[in-house]
């Protein structure tokens, strides 16, 4: 999930890098096999990041629901079990024999689907602060986070607290 969410930001968001060093720093913070990219999977990478932005973006589960669906038929997959480290057993979703573009969307795919299907749209979105472009996907336990970060958490809250304390202009 988080790798999705990475990818976004760094394709559409303002500030966003999208160098091919910044797409292979992303895959390798999020444990992807970062080794095998190329500079010609730069451009697919960064498609993908902008064809998954109106997931965050939609208004209804339904329009999630149709766009991953969509997708979905795109992007073969051929899920099976696999186990190596860091992870353990966990499922891949491409062959391995696919190249890393291929084996990137179809388990960001997924990882979105599952998350539909657990929490509807309430755990995706567009950071509530002021002036963000930003993308997130909420997993934790509580599932109550809108911003994409704690700096935009926080800096919305300090101004909503100073906005409440702001005395009273006298006329």
Known sequence: ?????????????AGGD???????RLLRENEFFW???EARDAEEFRRWGATLRPF??????????RLLNELMLEV???????VHEPHGLHMHYAPPSSRLP???????????????????????????????D?????????????????????RTNVAAFRA???????F
Do not use: I
Request: aromatic share 6%; charged share 25%.
């Open 1 to 13: 999930m988080a790798a999705a969410v990475a990818l976004v930001n760094a394709v559409t968001s």
């Open 18 to 24: 999208a160098s091919q060093e910044a797409l292979q």
């Open 35 to 37: 080794r095998e990219f």
């Open 56 to 65: 965050f973006e939609a208004a209804s589960v339904e329009d999630a629901m």
């Open 76 to 82: 073969p997959m051929h899920p099976h079990l696999a």
């Open 102 to 132: 291929h084996r990137f969307r179809a388990t960001t795919l997924m990882n979105l689907a599952e998350l539909v299907v657990e929490h509807g749209l309430s755990r995706t979105g567009v950071c509530a602060a002021d002036g963000c």
């Open 134 to 154: 930003r993308v997130y996907a909420d997993t934790s336990r509580a599932g109550r986070r809108r911003f994409c970060s704690e700096t935009c958490a926080n």
């Open 164 to 170: 409440r304390h702001r005395p009273e202009p006298e």
